[in-house]
């Protein structure tokens, strides 16, 4: 009885998860903004942002430092980057994605990532071939 | 109530399988035009991840495809951030410039990869391995592609030419946001590429000063052959030789992209000093009154006229025709 409970209950997890996951993959996308406008906009921003990236330099190599990387490194680091690139850098050093590739995984959630491997919603597993 | 109904839909084989099936996605995902072959294996040195290191791993291979040959130890210090224990795309970015190679944002769709492939150009890709609530991101470097593009080869890892299938590669992308970059010497136009943005990386490597002038030279002059339709490629150029103090030159692909658009006033006000740097100042003088015209409330334009009419007449004789 209890085992019979004990998989109903996994198989409702497993279904929520399953169906959260084949929501997420549909990405929203908002209306097409053509390249145009986008240079444009790029262009103005730019010159707004000529003058404060003096400072935003100073504070995306603190930052930097700060997260570990060598102080001696930090000046070539940013230099290949423009004005805009250095705001959106200071902005965003926190939280944006860092690509690392897997570390670790939790073996609880092992067998549903095995299953979402399985059907080709994710590719956690490399050892793992989707079925279809 | 709902967890009566939920139990019942878990205790519904038939719901659940239907569910996977649905989920799973039905057919082969493929692109909508066949690339070149039924498949493709660049021969593209694999750089094997350690660690959080897949960022630079896929740089590595890269750059050693492109005879550029950069260690992993030496690109790590150069993108890997130890406290997000990972490497931001920006940083992909600017690491590609430093190393010579042009950073172009590849078109968010498999075609545009497969093209690039059959192109010669492999492709960086970031791609979020789990869910959007617990991303794990990974940099891979496509290199090739199996099954007539259903298929894709990626250097990904600890594994080379790993093979996944088009349809969950696509999902994985699809949850970095697309993210990805074709790589290619600056004065190598990527196959997929379209004129702004080309012109937008290039001119990001000449502000950042990443490219050579002869880089730059050989990167616009295509441009503007490979683009005759764009204005702004033939502006760009225009603007480049004007520099170079090749004014005459100059003159010629300001005229053509006036041709293409005839009412971008600063395309009109940098074609007047080209024409006043051959000596032409009558000429010179009406071009900067037609952008004025064209933006009376632009003071640089009116500045601009007045430099003109005061400068010394020509030096030299003109010989230049007048545009139409």
């Given at each position: 009885m209890f085992k019979r409970k004990a998989k109903q209950q996994l198989a409702l997890v497993l279904s929520i998860m399953l169906a959260w996951s084949g929501l997420l993959v549909s990405g929203a996308q908002a209306g097409v903004i053509s390249s145009t406008e986008m240079i444009a906009e790029q262009h103005q921003f730019e010159s707004k942002q000529s003058l404060k990236s003096y400072f935003d330099r100073d504070d995306v190599k603190q930052q930097m430092v700060d997260m570990g990387v060598s102080p001696a490194d930090v000046d070539a680091r940013i230099d290949a980057m423009t004005p805009a690139e250095l705001a959106e850098l200071n902005s965003t050093l926190q939280d944006a994605p860092a690509g690392a590739g897997l570390v670790g995984v939790v073996l609880t959630i092992f067998i549903v990532f095995v299953i979402t491997d399985v059907i080709g919603a994710?590719?956690?597993?490399?050892f793992i071939r989707p079925v279809n | 109530m709902v967890s009566d109904l939920f139990k019942k839909l878990a205790a519904s084989r038939r719901v659940f399988f239907g569910l996977l099936f649905c989920l799973g996605g039905c057919a082969g995902v493929g692109p909508t035009v066949p690339p070149k072959a039924e498949s493709l294996r660049m021969d593209v040195p694999f750089v094997s991840q350690t660690t959080a290191y897949c960022g630079p791993a896929a740089l590595s291979s890269a750059l050693q495809y492109y005879a550029k040959p950069v260690s992993l130890d030496e690109l790590v210090d150069q993108v890997f951030v130890p406290g997000r224990q990972g490497s931001l795309t920006l940083e992909m970015t600017a690491a590609s410039r430093r190393h010579g190679l042009l950073p172009y944002p590849i078109a968010p769709s498999l075609d545009a990869i497969l093209r690039e492939l059959d192109a010669g150009h492999p492709v960086l890709v970031l791609q979020?391995?789990?869910?959007?609530?617990?991303p794990q991101w990974h940099y891979a470097l496509a290199v090739g592609y199996t099954d007539e593009g259903e298929t894709l080869l990626l250097h990904s890892g600890e594994e080379p030419y790993y093979a996944i299938p088009a349809g969950t590669f696509m999902r994985t992308w699809a949850r970095a946001d697309h993210w990805g970059l074709v790589l290619t010497p600056p004065d190598q136009i990527p196959e997929t590429a379209a004129a702004l943005p080309y012109l937008n990386s290039i001119d990001k490597m000449r502000q950042t000063r990443t490219i050579t002038s002869d880089q730059l030279q050989a990167g616009l002059s295509q441009a503007a052959l490979h683009w005759p339709r764009s204005a702004s490629a033939q502006f760009v150029y225009a603007n480049w030789l004007l520099e170079k103090g090749e004014a005459q030159r100059a003159i010629g692909y300001y005229q053509r992209g006036l041709l293409l658009q005839h009412d971008n006033a600063m395309a009109l006000n940098n074609y007047a000093f080209a024409l006043l740097a051959s000596g032409c100042k009558t000429l010179a003088e009406e071009a900067i009154e037609r952008a004025v015209a064209l933006k009376p409330e632009d003071a640089r334009f009116r500045e601009s006229a007045k430099e003109i009419a005061a400068s010394d007449s020509a030096a030299r004789r003109c010989e230049v025709e007048p545009s139409r």
């Open positions: 994710t590719d956690i597993f490399p | 979020n391995l789990a869910f959007n609530w617990w």
